[in-house]
């Protein structure tokens, strides 16, 4: 029934074609997400470091 609606009815077929679409869309934004989030957490532990680094610093300037 599907497949000769399908065939048949352009109007089905564009919102299938929509449909298709919209799920290849949405896994994209998945993907960029956990990408994101990623590269957010990879930031975090960039800036954990420096802050570490900069604490050194500080605390040597302070003891001299």
């Not at 990623?38 to 975090?44: P, W």
């Not at 470091?49 to 300037?61: C, K, N, P, T």
Request: hydrophobic share 35%.
């Amino acid at each position: 029934v599907l497949t000769d609606l399908y065939r048949k009815d352009e109007n089905f077929r564009e919102i299938c074609e929509d449909y298709v679409l919209c799920l290849e869309s949405i896994d994209k934004i998945m993907v960029t997400s956990k990408l994101n989030s990623r590269i957010l957490e990879e930031y975090k532990n960039a800036l954990n470091e420096l802050e570490i680094e900069m604490l050194d610093y500080l605390q040597s300037a302070s003891s001299q």
